[in-house]
């Protein structure tokens, strides 16, 4: 075993592996949003990337020290092989299953879903893979919790720096330079022309993709404008997908247009104050404010989108000073604001795309459920009036819709059909609030409403899509082989059972967490970012503790484990969600990262303690993928529920541990230098 470096070579190596565990969290992220923005399957099935790269860096950990020397040799070659296919060959699909609805381009390109993502996984766990490598052989050379410690400051690194160019609206070519340049850095003078080849081909390929006319980024999409027919009208795609028109003023007013509809319904209503949720480019703005609004608060999650409105709007609506800007996540914007309104209109919220690191969770999942339509009703002034329209694709879900505000307003919304499934369902604050040509008529049985715990509003039934069972199999039997190949036999990872329960609970309790801030604050990027990076802060400050210790009381920290699981089982959310701004803000982090806190101490106790951390976080991989496939149980059982499969596991955990005993076959920590880290992805550790 090489000695741990000292002086100026122990400073170098702890800066490349900063510099290397950075690549790898920021490689990631921009994977998940590049790939997702290019190929649709991947906008509605976030975690596919993440899970592949998941596997791939722990394979990458797995590889012995002195074995895999090729990959690090070859590492860009992949990356660059996955721009180039992605590029040439995009995919859009129709809806994928009977079971749940995706909103997405009205014909098919582009290779078969069977084909494009096993192509997809692979070439991301190669990617990761690869890095992985590059990592732990920095790792490998420094103690273990001190080279685990720069680890985490490296991946908070890589997550800063790509939620700043998520912030600035960086197109793709930067996120691929620097990518570039971390790659030629770590990969020294002897890897110099071999990594140039690859890295100036993807960045080409990028440079194209961003020079294209008319393509943008926001923090969500991939933006295409494109002039359209009509003088002074553009169409907007986002990640390939038609998305939105900007229209003049009278084309929107004309007869029987669907944004009229709101206004000839509710003839009574003076429309003074008008709150537009998916304000997007201007369109219902113009709208509200040629019907006479006084005051318009115009709700846009995405900034670009907004700009673009701004920009180019015939009707100028965003310079008109009636008209005040949110840029905001919808639900959060209801939940806070102190003003009422005489209308309300959902505009066309369907986002797209998923919230990183939730497997279902879309970005205007929390705008349909029931909690949602009733603050919606809680912010209406008397005789005010609701509004939602959309392409709703198919009658059942405008069923579950109008059911929600039948129950809800005490009597049928109104509801004005177009052609495709298109509605418009207009609810006034009583019946003669609303004067309707077409009363809502169920087409049939009408599902049950979307909540705040299950936020699901495009599955018909409490129940995971056959689509998904098949892709998420796959996943499991292709992560299987893979840690397989890397020389990890089954039967000797049977021991690190503990630590394999604990990386299904960790991955379970992230995604409780991600989901659970999404609800506080808003489904918004900038949210996103910072639970992630609240996670890494809690996984550093338990590692800093651990390092501070001699020892720890295992059965005190599973006590402390499991009294924050059940604080967090125990307060309702509608508890939290009446807090001020800052108690909820307390409450939620106090919740979210207690347990995160103590269950990494009780890990890194575990990883440092282990005979063999190699099959020891073999075992854990191996949990953390069962974890991530785990995920898609909040499909039927809502995912305050995933909380008691986080505590079984746990639990599990604990029991082998207390019979096995947590130091059996233990080595000091202070003369092993090959512990395997367990921060792998924007996952962090699974602990």
Same mark, same amino acid.
């Given at each position: 075993?090489?000695?741990?470096?000292?002086?100026?070579?122990?400073?170098? !190596?702890?800066?490349?592996?900063?510099?290397?565990?950075?690549?790898?969290?920021?490689?990631?992220?921009?994977?998940?949003r590049?790939?997702?923005?290019?190929?649709?399957?991947?906008?509605?099935?976030?975690?596919?990337?993440?899970?592949?790269?998941?596997?791939?860096?722990?394979?990458?950990?797995?590889?012995?020290?002195?074995?895999?020397?090729?990959?690090?040799?070859?590492?860009?070659?992949?990356?660059?092989?996955?721009?180039?296919?992605?590029?040439?060959?995009?995919?859009?699909?129709?809806?994928?299953?009977?079971?749940?609805?995706?909103?997405?381009?009205?014909?098919?390109?582009?290779?078969?879903?069977?084909?494009?993502?096993?192509?997809?996984?692979?070439?991301?766990?190669?990617?990761?893979?690869?890095?992985?490598?590059?990592?732990?052989?920095?790792?490998?050379?420094?103690?273990?919790?001190?080279?685990?410690?720069?680890?985490?400051?490296?991946?908070?690194t890589?997550?800063?720096?790509?939620?700043?160019?998520?912030?600035?609206?960086?197109?793709?070519?930067?996120?691929?330079?620097?990518?570039? !340049?971390?790659?030629?850095?770590?990969?020294?003078?002897r890897?110099?022309?071999?990594?140039?080849?690859?890295?100036?081909?993807?960045?080409?390929?990028?440079?194209?993709?961003?020079?294209?006319?008319?393509?943008?980024w926001?923090?969500?999409?991939?933006?295409?404008?494109?002039?359209?027919?009509?003088?002074?009208?553009y169409?907007?795609?986002a990640?390939?997908?038609?998305?939105?028109?900007?229209?003049?003023l009278?084309?929107?007013?004309?007869?029987?247009?669907?944004?009229r509809?709101?206004?000839?319904?509710?003839?009574?209503?003076?429309?003074?104050?008008?709150?537009?949720?998916?304000?997007?480019n201007?369109?219902?703005?113009?709208?509200?404010?040629a019907?006479?609004?006084?005051?318009?608060?115009?709700?846009?999650?995405?900034?670009?989108?907004?700009?673009?409105?701004?920009?180019?709007?015939?009707?100028?609506?965003?310079?008109?000073?009636?008209?005040?800007?949110?840029?905001?996540?919808?639900?959060?914007?209801?939940?806070?604001?102190?003003?009422?309104?005489?209308?309300?209109?959902?505009?066309?919220?369907?986002?797209?795309?998923? !919230?990183?690191?939730?497997?279902?969770?879309?970005?205007?999942?929390?705008?349909?459920?029931?909690?949602?339509?009733?603050?919606?009703?809680?912010?209406?002034?008397?005789?005010?009036?609701?509004?939602?329209?959309?392409?709703?694709?198919?009658?059942?879900?405008?069923?579950?819709?109008?059911?929600?505000?039948?129950?809800?307003?005490?009597?049928?919304?109104?509801?004005?059909?177009?052609?495709?499934?298109?509605?418009?369902?207009?609810?006034?604050?009583?019946?003669?609030?609303?004067?309707c040509?077409?009363?809502?008529?169920?087409?049939?049985?009408?599902?049950?409403?979307?909540?705040?715990?299950?936020?699901?509003?495009?599955?018909?039934?409490?129940?995971?899509?056959?689509?998904?069972?098949?892709?998420?199999?796959?996943?499991?039997?292709?992560?299987?082989?893979? !840690?397989?190949?890397?020389?990890?036999?089954?039967?000797?990872?049977?021991?690190?059972?503990?630590m394999?329960?604990?990386?299904?609970?960790?991955?379970?309790?992230?995604?409780?967490?991600?989901?659970?801030?999404?609800?506080?604050?808003?489904?918004?990027?900038?949210?996103?970012?910072?639970?992630?990076?609240?996670?890494?802060?809690?996984?550093?400050?338990?590692?800093?503790?651990?390092?501070?210790?001699?020892?720890?009381?295992?059965?005190? *920290?599973?006590?402390?484990?499991?009294?924050?699981?059940?604080?967090?089982?125990?307060?309702?959310?509608?508890?939290?969600?009446?807090?001020?701004?800052?108690?909820?803000?307390?409450?939620?982090?106090a919740?979210?990262f207690?347990?995160?806190?103590?269950?990494?101490?009780?890990?890194?106790?575990?990883?440092?303690?282990?005979?063999?951390?190699?099959?020891?976080?073999?075992?854990?991989?191996?949990?953390?993928?069962?974890?991530?496939?785990?995920? %898609?149980?909040? *499909?039927?059982?809502?995912?305050?529920?995933?909380?008691?499969?986080?505590?079984?596991? %746990?639990?599990?955990?604990?029991?082998i541990?207390?019979?096995?005993?947590?130091?059996?076959?233990?080595?000091?920590?202070?003369?092993?230098?090959?512990?395997?880290?367990?921060?792998?992805?924007?996952?962090?550790?699974?602990?």
């Open positions: 075993m090489e000695q741990t470096r000292t002086g100026h070579g122990g400073t170098s !190596v702890r800066w490349r592996l900063l510099l290397s565990s950075a690549t790898m969290l920021f490689v990631e992220l921009a994977l998940i590049w790939a997702g923005a290019n190929v649709v399957h991947l906008s509605y099935f976030s975690n596919f990337v993440l899970l592949g790269s998941f596997l791939g860096i722990g394979i990458g950990f797995l590889i012995p020290a002195a074995r895999g020397q090729w990959i690090k040799r070859w590492a860009p070659f992949p990356l660059a092989l996955l721009i180039v296919l992605v590029l040439a060959f995009p995919v859009q699909v129709r809806q994928s299953s009977t079971q749940v609805l995706y909103f997405t381009a009205v014909k098919a390109t582009g290779f078969p879903q069977w084909v494009t993502l096993p192509v997809i996984f692979l070439l991301v766990a190669v990617i990761m893979a690869a890095i992985g490598k590059i990592t732990a052989d920095y790792f490998r050379r420094l103690p273990p919790l001190d080279a685990y410690r720069y680890d985490l400051l490296g991946s908070l890589g997550t800063v720096l790509f939620a700043l160019l998520s912030w600035l609206h960086a197109p793709s070519v930067v996120w691929g330079v620097l990518a570039a !340049v971390a790659f030629l850095t770590l990969g020294g003078r890897n110099a022309l071999r990594y140039a080849v690859p890295l100036t081909a993807m960045v080409a390929v990028l440079l194209v993709e961003t020079m294209t006319t008319g393509i943008s926001s923090p969500y999409y991939k933006i295409q404008l494109t002039p359209s027919d009509s003088a002074g009208s169409r907007i795609s990640n390939g997908v038609p998305h939105q028109t900007i229209a003049p009278s084309v929107l007013t004309r007869e029987n247009s669907p944004y509809q709101a206004y000839e319904q509710t003839p009574a209503n003076p429309h003074r104050r008008v709150l537009v949720i998916g304000a997007g201007g369109n219902d703005v113009a709208v509200a404010l019907h006479g609004a006084q005051r318009v608060d115009a709700v846009e999650i995405d900034p670009r989108l907004q700009q673009i409105g701004a920009q180019l709007h015939p009707a100028k609506p965003y310079d008109d000073p009636r008209v005040h800007v949110h840029i905001d996540d919808g639900r959060a914007f209801l939940e806070r604001t102190k003003n009422r309104y005489d209308l309300i209109v959902l505009a066309l919220p369907d986002s797209l795309t998923l !919230v990183s690191g939730a497997s279902n969770l879309r970005l205007e999942s929390y705008l349909f459920t029931q909690e949602a339509f009733e603050a919606a009703r809680y912010n209406l002034a008397p005789h005010g009036a609701f509004a939602m329209y959309n392409y709703y694709r198919t009658p059942w879900l405008v069923d579950r819709f109008a059911g929600s505000l039948d129950d809800i307003y005490g009597h049928a919304p109104c509801m004005t059909t177009f052609a495709k499934n298109a509605a418009v369902l207009v609810a006034g604050m009583t019946a003669s609030d609303q004067s040509k077409q009363v809502w008529q169920p087409s049939g049985p009408v599902p049950a409403a979307a909540t705040d715990d299950h936020p699901f509003p495009y599955l018909l039934h409490r129940t995971i899509p056959g689509f998904y069972l098949g892709v998420l199999g796959g996943i499991l039997l292709v992560t299987l082989v893979s !840690v397989r190949l890397t020389g990890v036999r089954i039967r000797r990872v049977v021991r690190y059972t503990d394999f329960l604990m990386g299904a609970a960790f991955m379970l309790l992230e995604t409780k967490n991600v989901i659970g801030f999404a609800l506080y604050f808003g489904t918004t990027w900038l949210v996103n970012a910072l639970v992630f990076i609240g996670v890494l802060l809690a996984v550093l400050g338990a590692v800093e503790v651990r390092r501070r210790l001699r020892r720890v009381n295992q059965l005190v *920290l599973q006590l402390l484990l499991f009294a924050s699981l059940a604080v967090a089982w125990l307060v309702p959310v509608q508890t939290v969600l009446s807090l001020p701004f800052l108690g909820r803000l307390a409450a939620a982090i919740l979210a207690a347990p995160i806190f103590f269950a990494n101490l009780i890990f890194s106790d575990r990883l440092a303690l282990a005979a063999d951390p190699t099959s020891g976080f073999g075992a854990n991989l191996l949990g953390s993928m069962v974890g991530g496939l785990l995920e %898609y149980l909040a *499909l039927v059982t809502g995912y305050q529920a995933l909380l008691l499969v986080v505590a079984l596991l %746990y639990l599990g955990a604990c029991v541990m207390r019979i096995a005993g947590p130091r059996s076959g233990a080595r000091s920590i202070l003369k092993r230098g090959d512990t395997a880290d367990a921060a792998v992805g924007s996952r962090s550790p699974a602990g």
